[in-house]
């Protein structure tokens, strides 16, 4: 089912078009990428999504009611864990997300709760009585994201949760958006790291100067780029025979061997790999070692764009 549906929105700072005609669809149960390098329009897209701005054109539409005309009822299914990060430093983590739930309208047993359940998920519990300023950047994020499900919004929209921060924080914020999206929850997932987004999201969309130059999931985005995969193989016995017998395979576009290695052209890996396996197993090529070179987000970028997505 489509839980958002975002049509023609525009919006503009002077002369620049910061969002331009951007239609696009949010699946339920889903988590959403938003890749696109600085300045692409991510922040400002998310803004209307999330009530802080509105658009100068365009409709978005939230479980089939527009935004525009039930904003406080909409409000109250999106959490929004914002780029800047909102805390005070000066007040401890549990002070803040105290705060935090008062302002989502929480009180009583219930915000206690919640405050705690948050602290559980952030694996920050021992730290809820320390003061903010003491905390490392990674920390922060975790806290920030943790304000934004006191609520228990049914949408969770994420400005580049990991820029800055440690890998150890980076990886606990990516599991975190898989549990949550385990349990059921939509996610909306904005970046620049073209590896964050393929681990976590099922489907794409890719911004550049305020366009969504193109959209879908993974493998059709891929398709997009006509370039094919290498699968590199380190196999005894590795020769002509063998060789003529993978070029046969269906998908399979090109094959050569040298001095034990086999180097395989697919038009997709994956959907080779078991036949040559069985193939090399068959033909008693004992097999050491395989590495798969794929087609990634950042091919797709530079064939759409030109330029790198990386800064
Ligand atoms: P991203 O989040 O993808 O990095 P932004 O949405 O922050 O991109 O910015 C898109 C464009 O709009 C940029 O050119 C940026 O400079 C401009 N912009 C964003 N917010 C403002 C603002 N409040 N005032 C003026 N220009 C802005
Ligand atoms: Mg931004």
Redesign the pocket.
């Known amino acids: 089912m489509c839980l958002i549906e975002l049509k023609g929105l525009e ?1 503009s ?2 002369k ?1 078009k ?2 331009d005609n951007v239609s696009l669809q949010i699946m339920e149960g889903e988590v959403f990428g938003l890749l ?12 209307m999504v999330t009530t802080l ?1 509105s658009p100068d054109s365009g409709e978005i539409v939230i479980k089939g009611n527009s935004l525009r005309k039930k904003t406080g009822e909409i409000k109250k299914l999106l959490g929004l864990v914002p ?1 800047e990060i909102a805390l005070y430093p000066t007040l401890t983590a549990r002070e803040n997300l105290m705060f935090w739930g008062r302002m989502y309208g929480l009180g009583g047993a219930l915000l206690k709760e919640r405050v705690e359940e948050a602290f559980e998920l952030a694996g920050l519990k021992e730290r809820a009585g320390d003061r903010i300023d003491s905390f490392s950047g990674g920390m922060k994020r975790r806290i920030n994201i943790a304000a934004a499900l006191l609520h228990h919004p049914e949408i969770l929209i994420m ?2 949760p990991t820029v800055g921060i440690d890998p150890q924080s980076r990886n606990h914020i990516l599991e975190t958006v898989l549990k949550l999206n385990g349990k059921g929850m939509t996610v909306i997932y ?1 970046s ?1 790291y073209m590896e964050e987004v393929e681990f976590l999201c099922s489907r794409i969309a890719i ?1 550049d100067h ?1 366009k969504i130059i193109a959209a879908g999931t993974k493998d059709e985005l891929r398709k997009l780029v006509d370039e094919r995969d290498i699968i590199n193989i380190e196999a005894a016995n590795a020769g002509n025979k063998v060789v003529e017998i993978l070029k046969a395979i269906d998908g399979i576009v090109n094959a050569s061997a040298e001095a034990n290695t086999i180097k395989i052209i697919a038009q997709d890996a994956e959907t080779v790999l078991a036949k040559v396996i069985s193939t090399l197993d068959r033909e008693r090529c004992k097999v050491h070692s395989i590495n798969i070179e794929q087609t990634n987000l950042e091919s797709v970028f530079l064939h759409l764009t030109g330029r790198a997505l990386r800064d």
Not at 36 to 47: D, E, F, H, Q, R
């Open positions: 919006k700072y002077g620049t910061a969002v696109g390098p600085n300045g692409a329009g991510k922040s400002t897209l998310i803004s701005i780029q400005d580049e904005t620049h911004m305020g």
